[in-house]
């Protein structure tokens, strides 16, 4: 039973690495964010609440301890959440290359308006 929520993991973390990185910084990538979040948060106040539902919901996918299942969760939060960065530093990486060129342009010296001066 291990080897079957190791796989899930993998296949997760694969998956939404993968639909993150495909598409640019946009609403749905937001959306999707704070939903996670929200899903995180209110995971993290019922363990806090209940910890053996942790570890009972840890024993339905055959993993030892509850705290594992967390770490497993915070493995793929953090993968998520380093796609999820790149890309906002991409997208910011672009729009100062484009203000760049953009200003190279505008300060460039226009001869043909000062020939006849």
Known sequence: ML???Q????????????ILMRGGSNARHLA???LMLMVFTFVAALSI????????VAGWFGIGRGTDLVL???VVWLLIFMATTYQRFRQTEISLTKLSRRIAIDETPRVWETDGK
């Open 3 to 5: 080897i079957v929520i």
């Open 72 to 74: 497993y969760g915070v």
């Open 32 to 34: 999707i964010r704070r």
């Open 7 to 18: 796989l899930i993991l993998v296949l997760a973390v694969v998956l939404v690495a993968m």
């Open 49 to 56: 609440f209940f910890p053996q539902m942790l570890t009972t």
